[in-house]
């Protein structure tokens, strides 16, 4: 199992980023992926899900209506859709799956 996500980037409040999460070792929708958060000084906190089979969506109140989960089973990739993004959105982000972490990307959200 390894993970990989990437798309971060410096936008401005209001705007959108896409983040992807690259999957291998396993069939993509035999796993829920998480994405989790990782705020400056701040513990690591949960942001969404899209759960294994029928990819049952989650998300935290604080992104509930702005950000989007999907994946591609067939690039093995979950993708992140942050729409509407806020200053306090400003965090590493981390995909997650059967125990394993991939590689975080920063999301910087500028006032």
């Known amino acids: 199992v390894q993970l990989q996500a990437s798309g971060g980037g410096l936008v401005q409040t209001g705007g959108s980023l896409r983040l992807s999460c690259k999957t291998s070792?396993?069939?993509?929708?035999?796993?829920?992926i998480g994405w989790f958060r990782q705020p400056p000084g701040k513990e690591r906190e949960p942001v969404s899900c899209i759960g294994a089979g029928d990819g049952t969506t989650n998300f935290a109140d604080s992104v509930k209506g702005r950000f989007t989960v999907s994946r591609d089973l067939a690039r093995n990739t979950v993708y992140l859709q942050m729409n509407n993004l806020k200053p306090e959105d400003t965090a590493i982000y981390y995909c997650?799956?059967?125990?394993?972490w991939g590689q975080g990307t920063q999301v910087t959200v500028s006032s």
């Open positions: 070792g396993f069939p993509l929708d035999y796993y829920a």
């Open positions: 997650n799956t059967a125990g394993q």
